[in-house]
């Protein structure tokens, strides 16, 4: 496309290559909704009302809306690659995102944050990054890269690098570490946004975070902690995600004062979830059914994230502006009924079109260095107590939690009449053999063990069980699958989901996933668990930059100290 051939269609006076006459336009800018014709030329809006077009559509008085965008996702949550991805949330109305690669980059360093830029290059949508801040996220864990200042600065210049990402070493920001801080001057210095992660950190220390130049926030709980971080200048990210839902908490901030500072984002969504209730148009209905206007809602969707990262041509329907647009019939409850991305229509009433291109991109080596003949679960009771970690449902945040020690032939072993679990990560970059033993209440195994090779966010593998002996056949299979999912009893695999693009994603279409991960949580509910999303929620229980208590290879982390713990108490 060229400038003046696009004003020249804009100006008349040559025609646009479609029209989409009698639609009802979702104005972003003035909350309006506008009933116009929309000319598109080489992918782009030229301008608005009748002319001549190669092809016209009747949109019959449909709205209209700018594409959807998630302001921030790993697309490593959904098990998938990037291709299959973009599969799977095209048909929903998500024409861009703004992506972490944070998971694959602490498995495989630049190698997997190039994987993730190479593979969605020639995607129909628009895949932006952040570039990983916290590689290994601390240093209580083991990752498989360490990612500095001096390694991120050749790619921070990347026209789809717009970030810095999540700083979640918010300790390191407040007390001014010099490695955290060549980080965000990079970011800075390319005039690139910080994006922050700061879970219940308020006054003085949230200053301090904030003064370092970190510009967002996607963890908050509570209207308060949200409206504290407001007043001192943060956007916030809404998130609905699988292991983490925070809409209903928030609802109460989405106020006209305050809207422009606000933008939707899933963080981790799985893909049940994304094929049965939606991805970013989930969340503009679910904030529509709670009361929010729909132009505000869409809004949130649209341009403020564009706005916010500073996408070109992104986030709205004017002219000049990117021909993503998402038609739906009611204004009330938006449901995509045809999906445009770069003027092309590319999804219709939930399925991809045949003109939508989708090259196959070239996964990773796998990354798996656990010599399975040397696990051990066994720790000796040292103690007549010991600290547990206690799983709230739905959310990602513990607590840490106090229980007499269950002990049998002088170790503390499971006991699941009490609900008290054994839970293991076992490193698998380096080949260490080094494994943290814990106990987890919450997860509700009456027998078994469950394990995966996703554990945000170093990624080493985790396993909770009833049994030693279930939890050691449930790590051999994992490695023996180079990654991936497994519930076993009995010492017999029940169900499991192989994810070999560095043991976090699938090659296989995301239905595919669905079904085995389907099967795997049929598997783990028969075991006793009554969590909506086990493996979601076992995932995260190994990140310690999330309150109150987690585990890692290292052993048990308390989050608040922001230190590791001794499973047993004195």
Known sequence: MTMEHLIAVARGDQPADLLLRNGKVVNVFSGEIMEMDIAVAAGHVAGFGPRSALSEVDLQGRCVAPGFIDAHVHIESAMASPTEFARAVLPHGTTTVVADPHEIANVLGLAGIEYMLQSTASLPMQFFFTLSSCVPATSMETAGAALTAEALAPLMPHPRVVALAEMMNFPGVIQGDPSVMAKIRLARDARKRVDGHAPGVQGPSLDAYIAAGVASDHECITAAEAMEKLRRGMHIMIREGTGAKNMAALLDIIQPATAHRLMWCTDDRHPHDILAEGHIDAMVRQA????????????????????????????????GQRADMVVFNRLDNPVAEAVYAGGQQ??????????????DPIPPAPAMHVDPTALDFRVTAASPHIRVIEIVPGQIVTRQGQEATPVADGRAVADPDRDLLKIAVVERHRGTGRTGIGFVKGMGLRRGAIASSVAHDAHNIIVVGARDDDMHAAVRHVVAMQGGLAVVADGKVLASLALPIAGLMSPEPIRSIQDQLTGLTRAARDLGTSLADPFMTLSFLALPVIPELKITDRGLVDVDRFEPVDLFLQ
């Open 288 to 319: 529509i059914q709670l009361g929010v206007a729909p132009h505000l809602a869409i809004r949130l969707a649209t341009l403020n994230p564009a706005a916010y990262f500073g996408l070109p041509r992104t986030g709205a329907i004017a002219p």
């Open 346 to 359: 590319v999804a219709e009433h939930g399925r991809l079109l045949e003109t939508a291109v989708f090259p």
